[in-house]
């Protein structure tokens, strides 16, 4: 299956309810937050601050401030509104990635940290099996080759 196919497959099973209405939650207290996790190791199927995978870590993240995404990244990315073009990310919103097999679909996400809209890049904070907890630049090669979209699960986030 195409990634175009994947993802209209994906846009027709989204989940809109999740989008989340707090004013006191903001892309930039999300990113705060998820930084203080920096170096927790990986840990496959883990959601605690002692070790995360990578939808353990975004779950985990986001339910500091009640807001319930799915414990799986495919699950993850049929959540909130579909973000179409990279020039429109903002800190706080989940980035999604094919899995290291690179065989399509969604196997890894993380958390948007900064933005060049000029450019459609973007700094990410996800746990790495190999790293744990880190930062990652969108256009490192491995990274830049497995992007498969963004979802935005804050509604009133950073403009």
Known sequence: MSLQAYNEA????????????SDDVS???IVKTAMQYIGVPY??????????????FTSFVYRQFDIN?????RAQYTQGQIIK???????????????????GGVGHVGIVTEVNPSDMTFKFVHASSKKGVTTE????A???????GARRVLQNIDE
């Open 10 to 21: 994906i846009e027709a099973k989204t989940n809109t309810a999740a989008i989340a209405n």
């Open 27 to 29: 892309g930039e207290t």
């Open 43 to 56: 840990r496959h199927g883990t959601s605690s601050p002692k070790s995360f995978d990578c939808s353990g």
């Open 69 to 73: 995404l799915s414990r799986d990244s």
């Open 85 to 103: 073009n990279k020039s429109d990310l903002r800190a706080g919103d989940l980035v999604f990635f094919q899995g290291s097999s690179g065989r």
């Open 137 to 140: 630049q969108s256009t490192t």
């Open 142 to 148: 491995y990274y830049n080759q497995r992007y498969v």
